[in-house]
């Protein structure tokens, strides 16, 4: 006994698996007791025992087994962790419970099951009890089917699911064991009992004699009902209602339980099928087949696959349009009618998916019922039917309605049948009054049809819809029939059986009724009360508001809307003076009119002086401001005189009952006055001391009437500011709808003062009305509506000052003891704006023939509906709730077949919901449907728009009235994969940010099924959407409520699913979000609430001092929503100091997070951006403004960040990181000035930093510069300007050698304008730092750079071109060997620019580094190993300029002109002799980079005086040392005479002076045109500008454009700027083109710029609407003509030429073409008179290139040939001039001889008489190539010798040799020796057999050779000198005699030496292609080449 007792010492959990049965026995028993005892199901007691639950059930004791049953009973009823055992607890009943031999245990067994249903764990006990059935045990197998029969009997299949059931009964009916199968059965009739016939479908499978025994058993259970007889836990309260059901009510109880417990779908007992994947290949083309057996073959293969019961969705859009044309087309009868079939099995097995394909096949169904044969039309019967149960009756009224008006009988009758059959599924809920009324109407007229089956199907569907809706209903509109047809309908109506339950109304009980009788007799006040509510301040101009409450006189919070008749009397001036005679002396009433205004002035004194000693209550008031208003009265001309009587009014306003009698006598002088400069301040009190008195809702309205229709502009503009002001004191009491149609007359205003003092008005309303206040001014001028939204933008966020007038001033006040209060609701700040904004109800206006209109088959009619609505909306802005059906037909709208349609349907529906506003809830459940079907649309257009609209409507009605009555369920569950790829991400981004408890958690259970079918949809958007959105539907409805879904989904996506929510889970938020608790809020309410006004001032002031981050709002919070905000706003710093950056960098670099790397920012990204910063202690306000959707926050948080930056830059720094890759986020944004303030504060950033001293690090930069990058590209100057101002500072902060690589990957954009601005950073890089910053190395980066001069661009092109030179400089000559082969036409520009620039700026082989210590980016030897990482600092001036103040030193006074434009001035320390020097770097800075500190130091509105500049004389080197530069003409050269222009000083001043014509700002161009024109004007000084015709050009052309692209379109800039500008411009090149020095230094595509620019900006529209624009274009004009003349003319004839060229090229404008014409045309003109001038091969060689370009065959496909002619012309008038000598100008054209030119030339010269020497009107020149052409062609009219055998077999052989690889050179040769000895010889036949390009080939070939015969020439009859060195310009280059000798050196050297010998471009050009061509031909071998020389 003793060891029997042991075990009672242990604890109770080691008894329980102590090896003795009798211990475990005892530990059972005291556990059943325990747990009982335990009343918190939380308590840690139960944590100790849940691990042993399994071993409890499993004990091996029988006896011990059954009471651990108990125990386990007793566990689960009270412990909350219950949950967690039930998966290993139901597995071991399973394995040995339910076979256990004792039958207590099995009944134990089983109630722990029940228990664990009913604890929510069903899915759970169901899945193991399924497990069971694969145990070989049949006793186990037969315990776990009846297990599942009576968790169905106790629970219904709503919680036992019955579809993974129906997949094992099969196998268990037909299992061997008997009692299995018993159990089966029972199982089946179980089913049965709860599903009915939706089971019988499913014993599809079974055996016959199977199905025959359950069908016995069936009919058994007669009607018998299931109900529910155990609940689950959350299903309390429907047990509840059961049990409180009475006996008396068991029809009512079933009824109410029934709704409760849904029908079974049989459908949802089916696997769909994919029928799609089934259909053979060639099954759409046997369909299309012309055979009738093929397409007949197709059907009866589809046929089988339609009827399957479920069919599964996808794209099923070529197979219906096969089976809509065969129907509709086919002629084979049988085909048509298994068609039909088909279309009946896809729309039973489709169900609601078939619905976008119905209305299409109703159409064509019932235009086949046309058809005779019986088994086409049967066919056709069984397919509209089904595929009316897809859609509904509303969407194919109009097609049904259209088929009963078919002539054919057949179709009217079969149409009438349908529609009997289709009424006999409607309810009256269906078949609305509006439908009822249509559809009836048609059926009438078939009534009376002569066909009898018509007539019998129209009466049988008219007694069908009688049954419907009852006799009463549809009485109204059938009461005119005779009583034989009535009778007909009657009988049909008695006989029609209808398919759906039409529940009748039930009697109420007398409580329930007299309660909804109270409620509906409340409801009216409910709809009432937007009228019957007081609106603050309401009042209009003395109109009444019936229904207004009239509480508080005058105060804001419950102010007079409706102003009552003034009851006092109206005085005459008879009455006035005799009863003021009764308190004022005789002289002073007689000396207020007196014509003397000193009696007037002491007349007026005594009036006040009188005026203060009477009491308030014996004051005449109306009789004193009469007296006062007499003649001269309140237009005294004397204005102290009119100050004193304003003096007096005022004194009578405020110390007297002044009534709106007195105010009407003054009111009109008053207003008029306000605009006099000494007294129109004190009329503004007066004004305001007035309306105190008689309210402002009277006077407000009154002075602005009064003042509107003064003609003077100040006066309106005085008036407005004064109601501005008026309103914060008084509070908002106007009825703003008036004051708006204030605010539009002054916004229409042409004055700007009255424009500016509307929109300030405008903004004092919005602090009152918020954003809404916009909606009025959506009309105005879109630079108003700017202007608009800047003020709105600048008071966001401020809350409307409390008033502190007009409490309650007048005598007759109502509410004198509550005046208290109607001070603090005055003082409760904002107010409810739905209150404030007059609504309008246009019920009347939406009638029933609009909603016909908008559903009429016409798409014509429903666009011109659509529109009527959207006017009707437009009008009114704000509407009432009552919009009738609209909701509903614009639902149907928005899936109109019309894409066009359906986007105005809805864009109407957020216009819809804007105007209803909160009005809008009620109509949600309408019009969501249609938004949602939208969302699935295939275009991408319509999604966005369905998306906006969406939003709007959530905005508006609230998030929980849009997601309700599971219309997001239908949507999910029939939707298209767009629209779940829409609408999962955003009922992420809509649920993530709502309250736990906003949503109705049945809604998101209903959504949460299709939401684990779409973590594996096939469609990746649709995958990423369901997961984002698992964590949000988790916040609502739980981890555990969305496991009970599990159940419904397929096993194999079980794992799939289960990964996404454990994923989630981990987010999910730890506890729910903690309640308002009331104490303290109502704690802190008792003590916030504000004694006076000075205390609420006070604490605003506080907040603000701690920078507290507020959230703008457009509807502002009251007090205590504010006070909430204060407690919940986050005091700790914006940024912290910590450790972690580099943490995150190491955590990129091992990919442990994602890289920074994107195109666009995904959800990812910004969730993981969100999270490091919540790490990082970012503030909490701060993180929530980074990340709001509003614009504005992003706004605020980066003025926060600027705000913090200076007093906190070490935690700045330290989140550096993350704050740069959030700014990289706000550069997707579309909202420019959310960019722009991010720009600045990046530079104050950068600028920060650079000034501590910190160091980019490579993670920081790698996130950040790309996207950056992109910005250069931004089409805003604003942004784009800011961007390369912080890639500079960057530079400073970090190696520019590691920023230039980014830069260049910015050339691979497709913007051009990208590419541009980086090459130009590039170039400033290199100018900056060297070559070493182009990496990997100078090579490859420059020929990237090098690749960019082929852009098309313009800008593009010149950017590399200038970034090429830069190079040069640095470099010198090498930079053609960075860039490697370019084409000829890029390297002559390249050279070109060179040149152009060199003559402003000298070449510097090697780049010389100031004289200054460097700056050491590193540290340590590493840092001294890399020059990249030591960058001298660039040339500063500031210092220069800041020096000493004191006396300036010899010769500093006449430099202080130059250096404060970056020129240097000599130095006399230095060197006296060292010229002028001009500092590229500072005045780049001065023009390109306005935002930067130097701005301080220089400004860029002081253009220099060039005439000072000219005429300084510095002093000179001496002429010796100056060298001729490449480009410099022989009057630059170093033997001229020097002067003062020629000083290098004045030359840089007068660039400097044309950059500034550059510039953006007006002023300063003009200001630089004028000094300019100054020194054109001046003989003496003009020729100075001579080497910078080119360079003005192309400035002036640069501005031109600037004005044209961006000024013009702006709408901000006064267009007057851009007309002066103009002017300036061309008056500044009319002086130019009129001074023939200047004139004639102009180049080709210098003129060709010019021109072009010019006529773009004479094509104008935009100028010629402006006042002085038609002047600017008849100069431009003038300009133009000008330019042909003075020009120099090949130049200008060559341009002209060119330009015509490229605009046939672009397809420009005609116009454009047009004028490029009359501009050649007057060249054409003006050419006999120039030939002197004209350069005839280059312009040749233009005409040649035209016709290359556009031959003669092609312009007949072109609309005009305009321009060919001109060219024709071009050639007439050339040859005309010059004769046969033009033949002779054929150099630059390769190939002339079969030209089309040559062809043109010829044949014009045939037609004209050969021109002698003396009038040919040419030159000697000429002349002389006339003669050589003669003789030529002289020569040619022989005719050629015929050649002999041996010299035709030489000839053979020599063009063998030619065409042969190895001996082409030699065949050359010797084929010109032939020529050479047999000049006679006709080798035409030859070259006949042969292409063009061998005939090319070997002319090129013989030039060659020629060109060599004569070099060896030149060097044998030119020996050299005694010291062998040769004559030449190239005598200094040394050719030395060695065979590893490179050409490229010698090219090199020689170009070098010749440019700086001041030979010309194209003579160096000749000579290195002569050396080049000689060197290629020696293949490498220059030996002998030297030794010919």
Partial sequence: MEEDTEYLKLPLEDRCVHKLWKARLNGYEECTKHFAKITDERSPEFNKFAPLMKKFVTDSNAVAQEKALEAVLAFVENAHVAGRTAGDCTSGIVQKCLAAPKRGTQEKAMEVLLMYCEIEKYEVVQEELMKGFAQKNPKVVAGCVRALTTALREFGPKVMNPKPLMKQMPTILEDRDKNVREEGKKLMVELYRWIGQALKPQMSSLKPVQVQELETEFDKLGGEKAVQNRFLRSQQDLKAKMEAQGIDEDEDDDEDVGEDIPEMDPMDLFEPVNILEKLPKDFFEKVEAKKWQERKEAMEILLPLTQNPKLEGGDYNDLMKALKKIIGKDTNVMIVALAGQCVAGLAKGLKKKFAPFALAFTETILEKFKEKKVNVVSAMRDAIDAIFLTTS??????????????????????????????????????????????????????????????????????????????????????????????????????????????????????????????????????????????????????????????????????????????????????????????????????????????????????????????????????????????????????????????????????????????????????????????????????????????????VGPEVMSRALEQKSPKVQEMALKWLSDAITEFGFVLQPKALIGDIKKALANTNPGVRTAGITLCGTMYLYMGATLRVFFEDEKAALLQQIDTEFERLSGTSPPAPFRGASQDGSTENDGDEDDAVDSRQAGPINVQDLVPRVNISEQLTSNLFSELADKNWKVRNEALQKVSNILSEAKFIKGDVGELPTVLCSRMNDTNKNLALEAIRLTASLATALGPHCKPHTRNIVPGMLTALGDSKQNVRQQAMSTLNSWVEQAGLKETIDGEVFADALKSGSPFLKAELFPWMAEKLKDAPPKSINKEEIHACTQYLFAALEDRNADVRKGANEAVLPFMIHIGYEGMMKHISRIKPSSKNTVMQAMEKAKVNLPAKPQPKPRSPAGGASARVGRPGSSTQGAGRAGAAVAKKSLRTPSATRAGTSGGRKEAEDVDTSPLLQVNNLKQQR????????????????????????????????????????????????????????????????????????????????????????????????????????????????????????????????????????????????????????????????????????????????????????????????????????????????????????????????????????????????????????????????????????????????????????????????????????????????????????????????????????????????????????????QEQTQYNLEEIPDLASILNYKPVLPPTASRLTRPGFTSGWSATSVPSPLESEGAAQAINMVISQVATTDANTVITALSQLDEVLQSEDRCGQLAPHVDQLLIITTLQYRLVLNTKMANLNINKEECIKIYRSLTSCLMTVFNNKQLGTKATRDVLRDVVHVLIHIILDHRLSQLEDGPQIIRAINVLVVRIVEKAQFTHVFSALLKLLHESVGSGGGCKFTELVMKCNWKAIRILPSRTNDLDLDQILLDIHNFLVAYPV??????????????????????????????????????????????????????????????DGGVGDSNRLAAAQVSNESGDSVKSPKRLSKSEHNILSEIFRKIGSKENTKEGLIQLYDFKQKHPEADIEPFLRKSSQFFQNYIERGLKKVEAERQLEGKATSNPTSENGSNSGPLASIQVPDTTNFNMNDLVDQFKSLAAYAGFDNNYIDSAVQNICSTEKEMKGDITEYINTQ
């Fill in 1145 to 1492: 960098a190491l955590d990129e670099q091992r990919l442990r997070i994602l890289r920074w790397d994107f195109t666009t920012p995904r959800a990812e990204f910004i969730t993981q951006l969100k999270d490091q910063m919540t790490t990082a202690g970012l503030n909490r306000q701060l993180t929530s403004n980074m990340f709001h959707q509003d614009f504005k926050f992003h706004i605020k948080a980066i003025d926060s960040l600027n705000e913090d930056l200076t007093c906190n830059l070490e935690a700045c720094i330290a989140n550096l990181d993350l704050i740069l890759k959030w700014l990289t986020i706000r550069f997707f944004d579309t909202n420019p000035s959310v960019i722009m303030k991010a720009m600045d504060y990046l530079q104050q950033v950068f600028q920060c930093v650079t000034d501590d001293g910190y160091r980019l690090q490579d993670h920081e930069v790698n996130s950040f510069m790309p996207f950056l990058i992109t910005k250069f590209g931004d089409p805003k100057d604003s942004i784009r300007g800011p961007a390369r101002n912080i890639a500079r500072l960057i530079c400073n902060i970090y190696p520019a050698s590691k920023v230039s690589p980014y830069i260049m990957e910015g050339l691979k954009a497709k913007n051009a304008r990208q590419r541009a601005e980086c090459l130009e950073a590039i170039g400033n890089l290199i100018e900056t730092h060297g070559t070493i910053v182009c990496q990997p190395s100078p090579p490859v980066a420059l020929k990237e750079v090098a690749k960019q001069i082929a852009d098309r661009d313009n800008s593009v092109r010149n950017a590399a071109l200038n970034c090429l030179v830069q190079v040069y400089f640095q470099e010198g000559e090498k930079v053609y060997k960075y860039i490697g082969n370019l084409s000829d036409k890029d390297m002559s520009l390249l050279e070109e620019r060179i040149k152009r620039a060199a003559k402003n700026r000298p070449v510097i082989k090697k780049p010389m580094p100031e004289p200054e210590i460097p700056t050491v980016r590193g540290g340590g030897a590493a840092a001294a190993g890399r020059p990249n990482r030591v960058t001298p600092k660039a040339a500063q001036p500031a210092p220069q300029l800041l020096r000493e103040r004191g006396a300036p030193r010899a010769g500093e006074q006449q430099a202080t002109g130059l250096k404060r434009f970056g020129l240097k001035p000599q130095q006399p320390s230095s060197n006296a002799n060292a010229p002028f020097k001009i500092d590229y770097g500072n005045i780049e800075r001065l023009l390109g980079n306005d935002d930067e």
């Fill in 1753 to 1814: 065959s092609t312009w007949s496909e072109r609309p005009s040939d305009t321009p060919l002619r001109t060219i024709k012309t071009v050639i007439y008038t050339l040859s005309k001039a010059y004769g046969h000598s033009i033949l002779g100008h054929f150099s630059k054209i390769e190939n002339a001889q079969g030209s089309e030119l040559h062809k043109y030339l010829t044949k014009s010269l045939k037609d004209d008489k050969p021109k002698t020497e003396d």
């Fill in 393 to 698: 009756l509303e969407s194919i009224q109009e097609t049904v309605g259209g088929a009963l008006g078919n002539k054919n009988p057949s179709v009217k009758a079969e149409t009438a049948g349908f529609l009997a059959r289709a009424l006999c599924y409607c309810t009256p809920t269906i078949l609305t009054k509006k439908l009822l009324k249509v559809i009836v109407t048609d059926l009438l007229k078939g009534v009376s049809e002569p066909d009898p089956t018509v007539r019998d199907n129209c009466c049988e569907a008219l007694g069908v819809a009688m049954k419907v809706v009852g006799e009463k209903q549809i009485m109204v509109f059938i009461a005119d029939l005779d009583n034989l047809k009535m009778q007909k309908i009657k009988e049909a109506s008695e006989k029609a059986e209808l398919k759906v339950k039409i529940s009748a109304p039930k009697a109420k009980k007398p409580a329930p009724a007299k309660k909804e009788a109270v409620r509906a007799a409340a409801h009216p006040s409910v709809s009432d009360a937007p009228a019957a509510k007081v609106v603050r301040g309401g009042g209009g101009r003395a109109k009444k508001v019936p229904g207004r409450g009239t509480k508080g006189g005058g105060g804001g919070g419950g102010g007079e809307p409706a102003l009552e008749d003034c009851k006092e009397e109206e005085l005459s001036l008879d009455d006035a003076l005799e009863k003021a005679a009764d308190v004022l002396p005789e002289d002073v009433l007689s000396g207020l009119t007196d014509a003397n205004w000193k009696v007037r002035l002491s007349s007026v004194e005594s009036f006040i002086n009188t005026t203060r000693t009477l009491d308030r209550g014996d004051i005449p008031t109306q009789a004193l401001v009469r007296c006062l208003a007499q003649k001269p009265g309140f237009k005294d001309n004397n204005f102290q005189v009119l100050k004193h009587r304003l003096e007096a009014l005022k004194l009578l306003a405020e110390n007297s009952d002044f009534t709106r009698r007195s105010g009407e006598v003054c009111i009109q002088e008053l207003v008029e006055k306000l605009a006099d400069s000494k007294n129109g301040p004190l009329c503004g009190e007066v004004l305001t001391a007035i309306a105190e008195a008689a309210k402002l809702q009277w």
